[in-house]
Every structure is written in structure tokens, then in C-alpha cells.
């Protein structure tokens, strides 16, 4: 299966240990951070044991600037519990608000209608992240309810607004 994936400005593909230090810059941010489930990443060592641990089966990807090709941001389509292909990426705050996380969204959904045969999508986001909604709507998802979703830790809950995507 190819997991490399290129669109107008980036190329999606695998994780590498070597990502580390492009990595860090976004899950040591705090404002990144503030809405994720993960903890804030204090060293790049941590950004390195997470990658390192990624398998391929948990389709996770970079996305990498082909212009320079730094990692700006990451993110992973696979199986949820019910058994829909759920969609998740973060980015690097210096790269919001330029259409990166949609195209590498866009992207992630397509290979998962290609190559994993997906037809259905769900998504979510913390009510209060209007940008991360406003990048699922533009990737076709619609709402179904609102909710809850916790820290890994459960040291936070977020009220979290659920959305689902079909394609034919």
C-alpha cells in the first residue's frame, strides 16, 4: 500500500524518528496543544518515543512542505470502534490559516476512499476550535450531535462537536 500522497504544496508520508525536531515545535506548543487529547510534549525526546512507536497500520501522517520539505503537521485515518474511518491531524501554529490542514485533509480522505476502500468518516472537534470545524466542513462533513471527549489523562473534558462524512 502507498502511503505517500502528494498534493499542490505537500507531500503526506510516513512519520520518521527523524521528523522529531519539526514535530516538537507543534506538540510542545501549548496553544497547539490546548485543545488535543495527547499531553504537552516537554522534550523532543518524547516527540521522537512517540513516532518511533507508530505503526503502520495506524495510517499516520506527515505533512511536509514540498517547497522545503519541513514537517508542518501530522495526522492519522483509521478504524474507530464502530468501525468507520475516523479522520485527525494537527498543525504547527506558524502554518494555520493558509489551507494546509484541508488539503492534507482532503487528501487523507481520499487515499482512505482509494486505497482502504473507506465510504464512511467521522471526525470531531472541542466546540470552542471553530478553525478545525471550519476545515471539516470544508472536506464535506456534516454534523450529527454534540458531546464530550476527554484528555488521555482526564485531567480536562471538552465539550466537542461531532460530525460524519459519506462518500459513494
Known amino acids: 500500500m502507498d502511503y505517500r500522497i502528494e498534493t499542490e504544496r505537500l507531500i503526506l508520508r510516513p512519520l520518521q524518528v527523524s521528523d522529531s525536531a519539526d514535530v516538537f515545535e507543534w506538540v510542545g506548543d501549548p496553544v497547539v496543544n490546548r485543545y488535543m ?8 525526546e518524547q516527540a521522537r518515543e512517540w513516532i518511533a512507536q507508530i505503526k503502520p497500520e495506524d495510517h499516520e501522517f506527515a505533512f511536509s512542505l514540498k517547497s522545503t520539505g519541513k514537517v508542518i503537521g501530522a495526522g492519522s485515518i483509521g ?29 487523507m480522505i481520499q487515499w482512505a476512499y482509494q486505497q482502504l476502500g473507506a465510504r464512511e468518516f467521522a471526525a470531531s472537534h472541542a466546540t470552542a476550535n471553530a478553525a478545525s470545524g471550519n476545515v471539516l466542513r470544508k472536506c464535506g462533513f456534516q454534523f450529527v450531535r454534540y458531546g464530550q471527549y476527554s484528555r488521555f489523562d482526564g485531567s480536562e473534558t471538552f465539550d466537542a462537536t461531532f460530525l460524519s ?4
Open 37 to 44: 487529547p495527547y499531553p504537552l510534549y516537554q522534550t523532543e
Open 165 to 168: 462524512l459519506h462518500l459513494d
Open 79 to 107: 478504524l474507530n470502534e464502530e468501525r468507520v474511518y475516523e479522520i485527525g491531524y494537527n498543525l504547527n501554529r506558524s502554518y494555520w490559516g493558509k489551507g494546509y490542514a484541508t488539503e492534507a485533509a482532503k487528501a
